[in-house]
């Protein structure tokens, strides 16, 4: 019936080639017109990757929507020649750089220098007491003394007498009490620590090298047209400012570089790769394929009825899968090029059965009919089994497999459509052509020599299954010990320059790029700020081993009320003695007249020392949003609602703690704050580990599962299903113990394309044993003429199309491209060898049994 079914279509195709022709080109031109009016969107976000659903990732995507969490840019200036221009000589460039990307109206604040806080200190020196602990008045009340006032005073003068930077100048005007090293010692594993040289206030590498300018813009770095605007205007602004300064004159430009790290660059050099690598993979895919296509037939129309009907499916399947919402992202973005090394074996497959009808002396129509009605039966359950295993992948919880899984399975059926459909128009095209033209039609078939192994593997089949079985158990060996490697950032492109600057950056400076965040909420900021505190005092012991380098935390910025009720009151107690402003202000002006200096120099100082040491009462958290610290309180509280606030505390980690937290930190941290989410990276592929290892159990077996029914219920016998399967087993077992040889590990991506093999080697399994069963089916030298050259043929394409993949910029797309490659080659191997020699044997079996019977 199906073969029935397939043959009048192939027949009607042929016969109204014309009708056929002018649907596809109006589908066509409609998918055109989808994506200009409509263009494909991308996704470089790596999250979208992952499962939706899974409270960790849940937990990570929310708190970098509410915090923006990796969203700052970085831009760094470097001297190549530090002797002769250091960097400090770039100051003023910096300067006039910076104020050029405020002028964007992209960004929010530009940090690089200690002047920039100078609002910041002014505003909030009369609450400079309450960020202490009551256990460090003691130490702030000896600076107060007569004596330390005398002794401090005089200590300023020396600073102020050498040759001195502006730093020191203004640091003397703003602690001339010297309170600095106890507030450092307070804030000491608290907050942001970078490793710079501010002598000349500017936030300078150690080794004079480097200035950082750490930018924060107005939107997330996920959102790709802003990101490539922010990119473009700040790449204007550096440009404008070289061209300006080279105009005016000014020497040592050849020696400075700006690049750019942080999540922006990251976002848009990812964007920029997922495009190449879609473009540079199809391309490189389809120059493989035609090449392989052309040698392998020797005729130029081979290269159309192999390529048009696939890229029409190609084509129907972007404008399906963009209407479902699918977007491309670094897992999709190598699809076309999987796609191309699958789908072409359809047309390969009926293309060879065509030219060898052709070549026994049959017309045209009777050989289409042969073509496409007795091979396809084979190619379409081929393509279902194909489309059901990538279908599998559906099941999983990770968005980017699923993704994955709908976009091949939806594009082998179309491709296997377009082959039913447009093949045989274009073979009744062609004939006709030809035909008024007076000319004959010649047809090659070219092997490649491979499906010589078949041959010998037919004449001496006993030989090679014992061969096959002592590889296969040599492989199993090595296949137990193949590892799983589950840490997301791997996926990440090493070409990937703003990485590549970032992780400079954090070498240079110390900005740790690996943290972990705690959320956490309550019905008020002050609520928030008390179990930031908590959260701080719980991961103590982790800052005194080093496993957590710093912490920033919203309980930093402002002291927990409670703390600051209690220095209000010791204050108030001790105000005129240790803390009397009227004596202390007067030693000071007589210190200051003794020592040589100006009391103007402090006036304003002083006015804000009466208010710091007699407070009114707690700094609250609207009065902080008022002053210049509140942009940066904003980064740790967020208000989601009428009497609903998140906050976060960032926990700062060495980069051993890329893949996993430290021991007991999550409990440590929940014992104090029940209610308190930790997450991070690290958090999420802990989670993911045992997700990855079920969801990819469950889409193999259920893929399995779905090809051996599919298959099974095609011959209508479990026996020749399990035959067809076999070669697929073998090259399962092969491909995962040349992965464990090479060492190329399994991960989140290319675990679920196993699956693939589970279609191409049924493929190859299925096409074998339709075309043993036909009537002939007994004369394996006709057959492996007839199919196993078209496998050959297949296998070299699919190989082809693959290949490209390998040279992807991402890990996981080279990674799928190794999984694809070595198990098409083991399949076609397998297919050839192990599944020809079990037929010689059933063969010979039977017609021992039944020497007059026909073939079954």
Excluded at 597 to 626: A, C, H, S
Excluded at 697 to 714: K, P, Y
Aim: overall charge neutral; charged content about 20%; proline content about 5%.
């Amino acid at each position: 019936m199906r073969e029935a079914l397939l043959t009048r279509i192939a027949l009607f195709c042929a016969r109204h080639y014309r009708g056929v022709f002018a649907v596809s080109a109006f589908l066509a031109a409609m998918a055109l017109v989808l994506f200009a009016l409509k263009p494909p969107s991308i996704e470089s976000d790596i999250l979208d990757l992952l499962p939706r659903k899974n409270p960790s990732v849940q937990d990570f995507r929310q708190a970098t929507e509410d915090f923006k969490s990796l969203d700052y840019l970085f831009v760094l200036l470097e001297t190549a020649d530090p002797e002769a221009h250091p960097i400090s000589e770039y100051e003023e460039y910096a300067d006039q750089l910076a104020e050029a990307i405020r002028e964007t109206g992209l960004v929010e604040t530009v940090e690089y220098r200690l002047h920039d806080f100078e609002g910041m200190v002014q505003a909030l020196l009369p609450y400079t007491l309450l960020y202490l602990s009551p256990d460090s008045l003691p130490e702030v009340a000896q600076r107060f003394t007569n004596e330390g006032v005398r002794a401090q005073v005089e200590s300023n003068r020396k600073l102020i007498s050498n040759p001195a930077s502006l730093v020191t100048k203004q640091l003397v005007q703003y602690d001339p009490f010297g309170l600095f090293p106890i507030l450092k010692r307070n804030f000491a594993g608290k907050t942001r620590q970078l490793k710079v040289d501010l002598s000349d206030g500017y936030y300078l590498s150690r080794d004079g090298t480097a200035l950082l300018m750490i930018v924060r813009p107005k939107r997330p770095a996920q959102n790709i047209p802003f990101g490539k605007e922010l990119m473009a205007g700040v790449r204007s602004a550096e440009r404008t400012q070289r061209e300006r300064w080279t105009a005016e004159g000014e020497e040592g430009l050849e020696a400075l570089t700006v690049r750019y790290g942080g999540g922006y660059p990251i976002a848009q050099d990812d964007a920029d790769l997922i495009k190449r690598d879609a473009v540079l993979n199809t391309a490189t895919s389809a120059v493989l394929v035609m090449g392989v296509f052309l040698w392998a037939f020797r005729r130029k129309s081979a290269l159309a009825y192999g390529w048009i009907p696939l890229l029409f499916g190609i084509l129907m399947t972007f404008a399906v899968v963009h209407l479902l919402g699918i977007h491309l992202n670094s897992a999709t973005a190598g699809f076309a090029a999987l796609l191309i090394g699958l789908g072409i074996d359809f047309s390969t497959v009926i293309y060879g059965r065509y030219v060898e009808e052709r070549n026994a002396g049959r017309g045209s129509e009777e050989s289409i009919a042969t073509a496409l009605g007795r091979t396809g039966k084979g190619v379409f359950v081929g393509a279902v089994t194909t489309a059901c295993t990538f279908g599998a992948m559906i099941v999983t919880e990770f968005t980017g497999m699923r993704q994955v899984g709908i976009f091949t399975s939806v594009g082998i059926l179309l491709s296997a459509a377009s082959v039913f459909v447009l093949l045989p128009a274009m073979l009744q095209f062609h004939q006709i052509h030809k035909e008024k033209r007076a000319a004959e039609p010649s047809f090659h078939m070219h092997a490649f020599w491979v499906d010589g192994i078949a041959r010998v593997a037919h004449r001496r089949p006993w030989t090679t299954l014992l061969i096959a079985a002592g590889l296969t158990a040599v492989f199993g060996m090595f296949a137990l010990g193949i590892r799983l490697d589950d840490n997301i950032k791997n996926l990440r492109s090493s070409r990937n320059r703003g990485i590549h600057v970032s992780s400079e950056i954090a070498k240079k400076f110390g900005a740790s790029l690996t943290y972990m965040m705690v959320l956490l909420e309550s019905s008020s900021p002050e609520g928030i700020v008390a179990d930031a505190e908590k959260v701080t005092e719980a991961v103590q012991p982790y800052l005194k081993t080093g496993d957590i380098l710093f912490t920033d935390s919203p309980s930093t910025y402002l002291p927990p009320v409670d703390r600051q009720r209690l220095v209000v009151e010791a204050l108030r107690r001790q105000g005129e003695a240790e803390f009397s402003f009227t004596r202390i202000r007067r030693t000071f002006l007589a210190s200051c007249r003794q020592e040589g200096f100006n009391p103007e120099f402090f006036r304003e100082y002083l006015v804000n020392l009466g208010r710091m040491l007699r407070p009114d009462g707690p700094l609250t958290y609207d009065q902080i949003r008022r002053t210049p610290l509140g942009p940066v309180l904003d980064k740790f509280i967020v208000e989601k609602g009428p009497g609903r606030y998140r906050g976060v505390v960032y926990l700062y980690m060495s980069e051993e703690f890329r893949r996993f937290e430290p021991t007991g930190l999550i409990e440590a941290v929940q014992a104090r704050v029940p209610e308190a989410k930790v997450v991070g990276i690290n958090v999420f592929s802990k989670a993911l580990r045992t997700l990855i290892k079920r969801d990819a159990l469950l889409a193999f077996l259920v893929g399995n599962l779905l090809v051996l029914l599919i298959v099974a219920a095609d011959f209508r016998s479990f026996r020749m299903a399990a035959y067809a399967l076999v070669p697929l087993c073998v090259a399962m077992v092969w491909m995962l113990g040349s992965l464990a040889i090479l060492g190329e590990p399994l991960n989140l991506m290319n675990i679920f394309v196993t699956t693939l093999i589970l279609g191409i080697g049924s493929d190859y399994g299925i096409y074998f044993v339709h075309r043993h069963r036909e009537p002939d089916g007994a004369q394996m030298d006709r057959v492996i003429q007839e199919v196993g050259s078209p496998i050959v043929i297949a296998a070299l394409t699919t190989i082809a199309g693959f290949g490209s993949m390998i040279t992807s910029s991402y890990p996981g797309l080279r990674s799928i491209g190794y999984v694809s490659l070595l198990g098409t080659v083991y399949s076609m191997v397998t297919t050839l060898t192990v599944l020809v020699a079990l037929l010689t044997l059933w063969d010979r079996r039977r017609l021992a049994r039944e020497p007059e019977g026909p073939s079954s």
